[in-house]
């Protein structure tokens, strides 16, 4: 599994970073926004034996619900912005914008 950013992505994480700091994703899985990225301070989200660290984006830990992540294991993603304001705690909802995931399967 490889986690990358669009330039978009890392030009908003690059914003928040400079308002709240190092950074710190997490994606769950679950269902509504649980679907979606997740972006808080760092060490704000409290993980735990059931999330795995499956890479970095943009500098910043990337953490997936192990569950998810037995799922998706063979999955690239590219972590993109779009606009609009989802219903989620995630850092980026006050800015007008929400994290995406974009996958593909991962070339053999």
Not at 16 to 21: A, C, E, M, N, Y
Request: proline content about 5%; glycine content about 12%; charged content about 20%.
């Amino acid at each position: 599994m490889n986690v990358t950013a669009t330039e978009s992505c890392k030009e908003l994480i690059e914003l928040l970073r400079s308002k709240h700091g190092e950074l710190m994703f997490h994606l769950s899985g679950g269902c509504c926004d649980g679907s979606s990225p997740m972006c808080y301070p760092l060490g704000e989200f409290k993980v735990g034996g059931q999330d795995v660290l499956v890479g970095e984006l943009s500098g910043c830990p990337f953490y997936m619900g192990k569950p998810q992540y037995k799922l998706w294991q063979h999955t690239d993603l590219t972590i993109d912005v779009v606009d609009g304001r989802g219903a989620s705690f995630s850092l980026e909802i006050p800015e007008g914008k929400r994290f995406i995931v974009r996958s593909e399967v991962c070339a053999v």
